[in-house]
């Protein structure tokens, strides 16, 4: 079997290894670089639109976004594919492996391709009804094609370099086929998907993240059977977003400067009108100076409207994006009303002075406010012409991608080789679980017809010795025998039924010592020995129950006693002998538990006293009923079957299995002993070879043969 499996696994193993398509991957490196920080001596803050600094996170969901690869799809054509039709299985792999262009199809036919084939499509233009529609493109000879689609009865050729046209029902195709490397004959299938089919598909095959943390740097990586293909994608997609980013950040500063130009416009004029205010007003009161004091008011009146209109310029940015409650703009608003105050405050000291110094310091603190922003604005008009053209390109592409050499699929021997190891630790695992499980007793015509073992009787499932365990375990200090408590169950209808047919074998015979035995533990022996001593005994017969297994033996406990002075015990002394023998533990049940636990169990069974004291007591008792320890575990039960008449080995349905059962039954016959028959404990009641129930029970027939058999063992048994 394990070399079945190994095959087999091995087998499928290399097909796969055959079949599989290899797995490449590519990946291209983009660099997201930081915008340079604004120069501190810029009176306010540049205009929002002029903030370039990107996110990586941001710059990666760009990548993926549908502006940027369906103009990837385009440029590569994704939405067309071509795939040369192979031959099931073995065809792509052949052809992986030839650099050279094949003869195509199998004796001429079929059309496959086994070597290096390969065509491009430019263009191919179909009706939505027939996108995603399969074509089969044929090469014919010089350098032409015929391409067909049977379901819809289409068909048209073509020359490889001119664009072909037809006219159809499902509307009109265009195609052009760039390059044709292929032998005539030679079959290709072609289909066109939707758009946004190919980008979906591309935005779920990329993998995009950045590589280390805060690192600016954007890994673009793709995996595919074709490698010039997806590094040519790759490629294509750093280019397109490249593209997108100049795009957008050249539109971005167009805005800033547009909006510059006009402050820029609107700070001159205002420029302008003080100087025209100051000339107008030295030339009708002549030319003079102001007083110390108004000259200190003039310049802080001038800071203060500066700062003023700063901030008021922050807080129309932040307005933008936030409402009246943000903490930044009720600062900024906090701000505002503080240096108004203060405004008012140089205001109101200005009223105090002579009215011509209050119209000279209004006229000079306006030209010098306005010729201070126009200067700022100069300069930032020389930082704009210097920032301009490295903000605009904010991003590079830092490694393009690279058509990989090495697939990352395992190799083709090593999975072959995989399979093989594989294989045989399957077939390993499966004949142990196939050892473990398979071949359990369900039926006891099994053991009829692989055995050729007499079965004396069917014990059915029993509900009422499933609780008694329980209590049998706890070791609970009372009598648990179905005979007592349950008469009527199936289960002592059925040692009723063995009674019957022991009586039959045993009854011209002069030893009356029985033998019950299993294979292994867990059979129900002791359940069955309990109950059945008392059943014999139901009929007036004098019955000694001897708990023989010195290795795990409980009988003592369906009787409620200890283990100790038992048979153990009774045969190292050998005297008073009644002392050890508890009496009636049932109607007409006398009992000797194992006792003790001896050293060496086998070698007490073996002695002479075991023989003797067997001699001794069978002529007090009509039935001696010995429980020992199981057959393939022990040698116990081969040293006391010499001396029974009976011998039963206890199998139990589910548990035991038919190579069990048979080896105990060789163990037993190899020491010269006969097994009269097999016991098949706890069969579950929805078997289909027996019912039981409240009024009735039918247990299992056995065959024809069955019965020669048995008339055979009782003439063995008699003679």
Do not use: C
């Amino acid at each position: 079997m394990i070399a079945i499996i190994a095959l087999v696994t091995a087998l499928l193993g290399t097909i796969y290894a055959l079949s599989v398509s290899p797995v490449y991957e590519s990946n291209l490196l983009i660099q997201v670089k930081e915008s340079s920080p604004q120069t501190a001596d810029v009176p306010g803050n540049l205009p929002a639109a002029l903030d370039l600094k990107t996110q990586t996170s941001t710059e990666v969901e760009v990548i993926r976004s549908r502006t940027v690869l369906s103009r990837v799809v385009e440029a590569t054509k994704l939405d067309i594919v071509v795939e040369p039709k192979y031959f099931p299985l073995i065809g792509a792999s052949i052809a992986r492996g030839s650099k050279n262009i094949s003869n195509p199809g199998i004796l001429g036919q079929g059309g496959y391709v086994w070597g290096a084939e390969k065509i491009e499509i430019a263009t191919l233009n179909l009706p939505d009804s027939l996108l995603g529609k399969s074509f089969a493109l044929t090469v014919e000879d010089n350098n032409g094609f015929r391409l067909v689609q049977k379901e819809l009865g289409i068909e048209l050729n073509g020359q490889a370099g001119q664009v072909t046209r037809a006219r159809t029902d499902a509307g009109d195709i265009e195609i052009l086929v760039e390059k044709l490397a292929a032998n005539p004959g030679a079959e290709f299938k072609v289909s066109r998907i939707p758009k946004a089919q190919a980008v979906e598909q591309l935005q779920k095959s990329l993998s995009i993240s950045e590589r280390g943390r805060q690192s600016n740097i954007i890994a673009v990586s793709l995996r595919g059977s074709k490698p010039e293909q997806i590094s040519k994608v790759l490629n294509q997609v750093g280019d397109e977003y490249i593209k997108q980013n100049v795009s957008a950040k050249a539109a971005e500063a167009e805005k800033a400067l547009s909006f510059f130009k006009q402050q820029l416009a609107d700070a001159k004029k205002n420029l302008e009108n003080s100087e025209a205010k100051v000339a107008d007003l030295r030339s009708r009161n002549g030319t003079f100076d102001v007083n110390e004091e108004a000259r200190n008011l003039m310049q802080q009146s001038v800071v203060v409207q500066s700062r003023l209109v700063e901030l008021r310029q922050k807080k129309a940015e932040l307005l933008v994006r936030y409402r009246d409650e943000h903490p930044s703009v009720v600062l900024l608003t906090r701000q505002i009303q503080e240096l108004n105050n203060e405004l008012g405050n140089i205001k109101a000291k200005m009223k105090a002075l002579p009215n011509v110094d209050q119209e000279l310091v209004g006229v000079n603190r306006d030209r010098q406010l306005n010729a201070e922003m126009y200067a700022g604005l100069l300069n930032m008009g020389k930082q704009l012409g210097m920032v301009e053209p490295s903000r605009i390109a904010n991003s590079r592409i830092l490694d393009r991608a690279e058509a990989p050499f090495e697939s990352l699929n395992m190799k083709r021997s090593t999975m072959i080789a995989v399979a093989w190891l594989g294989g045989i630790m399957l077939g390993i695992v499966v004949a142990f679980l196939r050892g473990l499980f398979a071949g359990k007793i369900h039926d006891p015509r099994e053991i009829e017809n692989s055995l050729g073992l007499m079965v004396s009787a069917v014990i059915p499932h029993s509900e009422s010795q499933k609780r008694m365990y329980k209590k049998i375990r706890r070791n609970a200090k009372e009598v648990m025998l179905l005979p007592m408590d349950k008469p009527s169950e199936g289960a002592i209808e059925s040692l009723r039924i063995l009674r019957s047919t022991l009586q039959f074998l045993m009854r011209e015979s002069e030893r009356n010592i029985i033998m019950m035995t299993g294979p292994t533990p867990e059979v129900g022996k002791s359940f069955i020995s309990a109950n059945f001593a008392a059943v014999l005994a139901s009929i007036g017969k004098k019955v000694l129950l001897i708990d023989a297994d010195m290795r795990t033996g409980y009988l003592h406990r369906y009787f409620g006693l200890d283990r100790t002075n038992g048979l153990s015990d009774m045969l190292v002394t050998m005297t008073n002998i009644e002392s050890f023998i508890h009496k009636d533990v049932a109607e007409n049940v006398d009992f000797i538990s194992t006792g003790n636990f001896p050293h060496k169990p086998a070698e007490l069974l073996a002695h002479a006293n075991f023989g003797k004291l067997l001699r001794m007591l069978s002529t007090q008792y009509d039935y001696i009923l010995i429980d020992t320890a199981p057959v393939l575990d022990f040698t116990d039960a081969l040293i006391v079957g010499t001396h029974a008449q009976a011998i039963f080995n206890v199998v139990r349905e589910g548990v035991s299995s038919i190579i069990e059962a048979e080896e105990a039954v060789k163990r037993l016959s190899r020491a010269g002993l006969t097994v009269t028959g097999v016991i098949v404990n706890d069969v579950m009641p929805n078997s289909s070879r027996y019912s039981y129930g409240a009024s009735r029970y039918r247990t299992f027939t056995p065959s024809l043969e069955y019965h020669g058999r048995e008339t055979e063992r009782i003439q063995l048994l008699r003679s």
